[in-house]
């Protein structure tokens, strides 16, 4: 039985120190998965590995069977791994239309000679990015479409940009999004919007989930399965109700059980 | 911005409101004023530029480098940013007592350069600390009169600048225009007595201009006049026109972009029949450099690629077409049309682009441009090496590059209209590349690396194959441009090709407005046209001797309070929803706006403590 | 608030209807704050509220254009940054800013760098490791390389070495682990006790009035709510838009 993304024994070590040491993780075809852990417990070096902006020193990463191991990372998205960013990193100057059209980049084909003659095929896929640019934007309802597809992304409200992100990441035409703590900073209404949003990614895009997060309420109301990463090894595995409940994860993690804070 | 609202606040309310001015504001700006007038002094501006003549025997181009100081500092020392949500005294006798204050402390700077050029010899290093400057600076009549006269002048011109906020809008757009339309008629005095001669109409400007140059008397009172009453005429109705191009839509908005687009076209044909020798030959110039700039303005303003050595293309361009055409070139026998010799230069701009790109492209940031500087002097030392001097000639360079013979023109550097002709074919040629590419595929492909390189790799893009598509796109325009200049010329010399062009092209495309194409034309009309390129000289031929300063100073200018450039882009400019943007960037810590926060920061003394920063 | 909680000891920092405004848009509008000795307040509101604004111009490094700061009875309005921090105001910044690349020793010393004394820079180095005994046993450790808890120890501990007399938090618990948000809180309760003033800027409401004696709300640079952490907590209106509850 294979997974859609297998993770073998992945060691990441930066100057001496393992960022991530002997982690073996799977995931498979339309789940969501959490990644949880204590600040600095090597989880967004786990993104990055995946997704090639970091090398892994040991170990081997798996997608849909093949390996990914030393691909450039706009080859790991040509697979379909898409991602967004703990610290939200669109393209502050383009607009909100461009940041979506842009990430099909590895989806389309025209280069210099259609754009300079405006062939019938280059205007065909010109057409055929922004459709799919505003449909991925017309997932979070009104908020980035309309007069706002032609703005700049930097004025756009923090809640937005990190919306804007996912947009982005759902236009790569991924199987497979990694999000990054995607409710980072939000209140908690948008973070219950999201939250929901996230359920319907899979449902209605058929993405495949991964995800950093460190709001539990999100964690509890979308995971199918949560790994928790301490010091870059796994520590517990499981429902999130197991883990939750779990001493070591209390005791590095969660603290006190989250009914008795709030 | 700030401090003029709370002046002190230790004399808080007893203080009549008159005097109850922000010293501090008017101590700093004063100051500054009589700096910038000493150092324009000491640099020969005054004395180097008496004999440019503005108005006949009355105000000459010397006198106005100084002038236009004190009246700008009175303008900046009162003028206020407009808060929401704050009630703002309208702008009044407050305001205009700042700006004579400024402007009497700014006579500060000539009174002490007169007493000291008086009383002590420092002309071993001010070269220009002397007499004629002492002349000029006391208006020959002695040094009494010369402290008295700049305290005068100083407070006059800054009441004038900081009154400008205080006259209704009208009055204010009469005086500007009245000011901005004598000093262009009469700056523009080569291409204005050009054109009329062209026309037939030499007996109007031989009236206006006197014999020594500058307008006389008389024709810069009807002058005035005249123009002073177009804006009352035209009032609103220019704003009026734009404002509803901007409004217009899809279709429509096409429509009047063509016929814009159409009406320019049509006046680049047309106008230089009619223009002299002279200014065919600067509108040559800026063609070509504007050609430069088209290519540069892919490679750093849309790539963000900070290309330091451009100038190597620009030289491939050249040397290949003297190689090929000229019959002096020492090793290539048969001499090409030059039509053939340009898809061999396209070609091996090409290959070039590839051969520097290569090894450069996967630098980032500072260490890509270091790397860039020295590639591009690396191919001007190769063409003038003594070791490929077979091929191209060493110093000597190749001489005897024919003219380009069309068949139905000849275009030769005799003739700068027929020149400016095929610069003009190729311009509108890369101005379409720009266009089309700007908004395809590969255009947002590379915006988004400009942006963040490792996102755009992270969303699917191979960013090394784009960066060197925007290497190679730019070198063939470079090449272009180089073609041209070694027809134009008939010759190239390695000279041709110093870093100094690398540079000013970057400054044009900079100061123009970086990754558009409206910008890059008004930044070489501008740069190239009026101040001149690096051997070229400008309209301006009296600034040639401080050229390079002005490009300098003006860079820094327009990094501290315009980085977005002469014409920004339109998303730059974009008003709607701007609190939203605004407040979040700022409460984000984001200082879009250098001109506020330098303002807060100065108003409040502040420095970061490093832990805060 | 002001008219009768300004009779009681002068308070410690002051806004006094204070606006600024960033280029012309009006960030905050009359704010009016006080932080008396001892308390441990905070400040909570949502993203663009005002929040980091407010701690720009308690700092200095935004100048309001009306109103007064007032830091321990003097006028700072248009005192820098580093004035502020040697009488007395010491930010922790949000998500620590440690320099990574010192030790955590380097770190503790650079939070004193502002004072001459060097007897009382020993003596404020040894309550740092009383208050956090971890952070003797790392001195000599680059500062990267702590865990997240430890870090936060190491900035609020050179927060405490410019011997502040209030110290502001900004989010100490953004992007922080729930173990580590409540560890945190439970640190700044710690050094509240031993006597510290505490203002707090936070957007996780439930946490900060959990600890806090008292709680503003701003809402797009207006306080809208002002009171005791109990009321607060008790207020239906608060509990729709800030804890989460509809």
């Known amino acids: 039985m294979s997974h859609l993304l297998e993770i073998r024994d992945l060691k990441v070590t930066f100057g001496g120190l393992d960022a991530l040491s002997g982690l073996n993780f799977h995931v498979d075809e339309g789940e969501i998965v959490s990644v949880i852990g204590p600040n600095g417990a090597g989880k967004t070096t786990f993104f990055n590995a995946i997704s090639g902006l970091v090398e892994a020193t040991e170990g081997d990463i798996l997608f849909e069977d093949e390996s990914v191991l030393g691909l450039e990372p706009h080859q790991v998205t040509g697979l379909g791994i898409a991602r967004t960013f703990q610290n939200v990193r669109l393209f502050p100057n383009m607009t909100i239309l461009e940041n979506v059209m842009v990430s099909q980049h590895c989806r389309t084909r025209q280069l210099v000679f259609g754009a300079l003659m405006q062939t019938r095929a280059f205007k065909r896929e010109e057409r055929e990015i922004r459709e799919r640019a505003e449909a991925a934007l017309g997932f979070f309802g009104s908020r980035l479409v309309g007069y706002r597809l032609e703005q700049a992304a930097f004025m756009l409200s923090y809640a937005n940009r990190r919306r804007l992100e996912i947009a982005r990441a759902m236009a790569t035409q991924p199987r497979l999004i990694l999000l990054d703590e995607p409710v980072a900073g939000m209140n908690p209404m948008e973070t219950a919007e999201l939250t929901g949003l996230i359920g319907r990614l899979r449902s209605e895009w058929g993405f495949t989930i991964v995800m950093i997060e460190h709001d539990m309420r999100v964690v509890r109301d979308v995971s199918d399965r949560v790994v928790v990463l301490d010091h870059g090894v796994p520590i517990a595995h499981g429902s999130y109700d197991e883990v939750s409940s779990n001493p070591e994860v209390i005791e590095a993690y969660l603290g006190r059980p989250l009914e008795s804070r709030a | 911005m700030s401090a003029t609202m709370n002046a002190p606040i230790s004399g808080s309310s007893t203080a009549p409101a008159l005097f109850d001015l922000d010293w501090r504001r008017i101590g700093t700006w004063g100051g500054l004023c009589a700096l910038a007038l000493i150092l324009v002094s000491l640099i020969g501006m005054p004395v180097g530029l008496d004999r440019r003549m503005i108005i006949e025997g009355r105000l000459s181009l010397g006198y106005l480098a100084l002038l236009w100081i004190p009246l700008l500092f009175g303008y900046v020392v009162s003028k206020r940013v407009v808060l929401e949500g704050v009630e703002t005294p309208d702008p009044g006798a407050r305001d205009v007592l700042a ?185 040559a110039n800026v063609g070509l450099f504007l050609l430069l700039a088209l290519g540069l303005n892919i490679v750093v303003g849309l790539a963000g690629i900070l290309d330091l050595g451009y100038v190597a293309f620009f030289a491939v361009g050249g040397y290949t077409t003297s190689v090929l055409t000229s019959a002096e070139s020492p090793f290539f026998a048969p001499e090409l049309h030059f039509g053939f010799a340009l898809i061999i230069v396209i070609i091996m701009a090409g290959l070039t682009g590839l051969v520097i790109g290569a090894p450069v492209i996967r630098m980032r940031g500072d260490y890509l441009a270091i790397v860039t500087l020295g590639f591009g002097e690396i191919i001007r030392l190769l063409f003038m090496s003594d070791w490929l001097k077979p091929y191209f000639g060493g110093a000597q360079g190749i001489t005897n590059v024919p003219p380009v013979d069309l068949g139905f023109a000849v275009v030769t550097g005799i003739d700068p209209r027929s020149v400016f002709y095929l610069v003009l074919v190729f311009c509108t040629l890369a101005i379409y590349v720009s266009w089309r590419l700007q908004g395809s595929r590969l255009g947002r492909a590379w915006m988004a690396i400009r942006e963040d390189e490792q996102v755009a790799e992270a969303m699917g893009i191979n960013t090394v194959n784009a960066k060197l598509m925007a290497f190679v796109v730019g070198a063939m325009m470079a090449a272009l441009s180089g073609a041209v200049l070694a027809a134009k010329v008939g010759s190239v010399f390695p000279n041709s090709f110093m870093i100094l062009v690398s540079i000013i092209i970057l400054v044009v495309v900079i100061v123009g407005g970086m990754g558009n194409i409206a910008g890059v034309l008004v930044g070489s009309f501008v740069l190239i046209g009026v101040l001149g390129g690096p051997r070229q000289p400008g309209l301006l031929q009296e600034f040639q001797s401080y050229k390079l300063l002005i490009y300098g100073a003006l860079l820094v200018f327009m990094m501290l309070q315009r980085p977005e450039g002469l014409v920004p882009s339109a998303r730059r400019s974009q008003e709607l929803h701007q609190e939203e943007f605004l407040q979040d960037a700022w409460l984000k810590g984001e200082d879009h706006d250098t001109e506020e926060a330098a303002a807060a920061a100065a108003a409040g003394g502040s420095e970061g403590t490093g832990e805060q920063a | 608030m002001s008219a009768e909680e300004s009779s009681s000891p002068t308070a410690l920092l002051e806004f006094r209807k204070v606006n600024t405004h960033y280029g012309a848009v009006h960030i905050l509008k009359d704010v009016d704050l006080a932080i008396y000795p001892g308390e441990l307040v905070c400040l909570l509101g949502g993203n663009a509220s005002g929040k980091t604004t407010t701690l720009k111009t308690l700092l200095g490094m935004v100048t309001p254009t009306s109103g007064e700061v007032v830091l321990d009875g003097e006028v700072v309005n248009h005192r820098p940054t580093s004035y502020r921090v040697a009488n007395g105001v010491t930010m922790v910044p949000e998500n620590r800013r440690l320099f990574k690349r010192l030790s955590v020793k380097e770190n503790l010393v650079l939070g004193a760098y502002l004072r001459k004394d060097k007897d009382g820079i020993e003596a404020d180095l040894e309550y740092v490791f009383e208050l956090f005994p971890r952070v003797k046993e790392r001195l000599s450790q680059k500062s990267g390389t702590l865990s997240g808890g430890e870090q936060q120890m190491v900035a609020i501990g050179r927060a405490l070495m410019s011997r502040p007399k209030v110290l502001l938090m900004d989010e100490p618990s953004m992007g922080l682990a729930p173990a580590l948000v409540q560890q945190n809180f439970e640190l700044i309760q710690k050094i509240n006790d031993e006597g510290m003033s505490i203002f707090m800027v936070e957007q996780n409401a439930n946490m900060a009035l959990s600890i806090a004696d008292r709680g503003w709300v701003l809402q797009t640079g207006t306080v809208v709510l002002n009171d005791t952490s109990e009321a607060l907590l008790a207020n239906p209106e608060m509990r729709a838009a800030y804890l989460g509850e509809s």
């Open chain 2, 99 to 283: 700006g004579f204050c400024t402007g009497v402390l700014s006579g500060l700077g000539p009174v002490l350069l007169i007493l000291g050029i008086d009383n002590f010899n420092l002309r071993e290093p001010l070269v220009n600390w002397g007499p004629p400057l002492l002349e000029q600076l006391t208006f020959g009549r002695g040094t009494g009169f010369g402290i008295v006269a700049w305290f005068g002048i100083g407070a006059v011109l800054g009441l004038l600048g900081s009154a400008l906020h205080v006259l209704p809008k009208d009055v204010r757009r009469v005086i500007s225009f009245v000011i901005y339309g004598l000093l262009s008629i009469s700056v523009l005095e080569a291409v204005i007595s050009d054109l009329s001669e062209g026309f037939g109409l030499e007996s109007l400007t031989d009236d206006m201009y006197a014999r020594r140059g500058g307008l006389t008397v008389k024709s810069s009172i009807i002058l005035a006049v005249v123009i002073g009453v177009l804006p009352i005429l035209t009032k609103g109705r220019l704003k009026g026109a734009t404002n509803h191009y901007k409004e217009l839509q899809g279709e429509e908005r096409k429509r009047a972009s063509m016929m814009l687009f159409s009406g320019v076209a049509g006046l680049c044909i047309v106008l230089p029949l009619f223009l002299g020798k002279i200014v065919n030959e600067l509108l």
